[in-house]
């Protein structure tokens, strides 16, 4: 109840929040297309190798980051969704989630305009990432977990570092990178 307080509370001083999640939901099925059906490696490729990590038959680094593979996994064994759905669905939400969090991470520093500037450059960006590049499972969630880390180290929430560097180096070690940027800081 407390967090539907919160997210009421949200939403009635940030009158634009609707109209932003909106525009950026949209802006994904675009990415989203891209990242499905024009990357350098398939789709298929992509979801083979979350099997593999389930599986326990991938190479390090990737056998080591089980946190995405197998959450997708357990949703589809739980939905009955085939496997690269289920993948592309967990990709569509992951882009999404770092879209709107980016902007309220912008938001904190800039106003309005300038936070969805900002965040449209990213978006701007990510079709030059998607197919030039092999796609990585991980990668999105990581961003999701920057945003989350540097917006808390900026909101002195130093308490939600201890959960979220643990849980996301499951993901991707990288991770700890937080834990230089909450010292520099």
Do not use: Q
Not at 11 to 23: H, P, T, Y
Not at 70 to 88: D, E, R, T, W
Not at 167 to 176: D, S, V
């Amino acid at each position: 109840m407390d967090v539907l307080k919160r997210i009421r509370g949200y939403i009635g001083k940030e009158k634009n929040i609707i109209n932003i999640i909106c525009v950026y939901f949209f802006l994904t099925f675009p990415i989203g297309y891209i990242d499905f059906d024009r990357r350098v490696e398939s789709f298929d490729v992509s979801t083979g190798c979350l099997e593999d990590v389930v599986r326990g038959k991938m190479l390090p680094p990737m056998s080591h980051r089980i946190l995405i593979p197998y959450s997708i996994y357990a949703f589809h064994k739980i939905s009955h969704i085939p496997l690269n759905f289920s993948y592309a669905l967990f990709r569509f939400f992951f882009f999404w989630s770092a879209f709107v969090l980016f902007h309220i991470y912008l938001k904190k520093w800039f106003d309005d305009k300038l936070a969805m500037i900002g965040t449209l450059s990213v978006i701007a960006s990510l079709p030059l990432i998607l197919t030039n590049w092999y796609c990585v499972p991980t990668d999105i969630p990581e961003l999701i977990t920057f945003i989350l880390g540097a917006m808390w180290i900026r909101d002195n929430k130093y308490k939600r570092l201890l959960i979220l560097i643990p849980l996301a180096a499951f993901n991707r070690e990288t991770t700890i990178a937080l834990v230089l940027l909450y010292f520099f800081n």
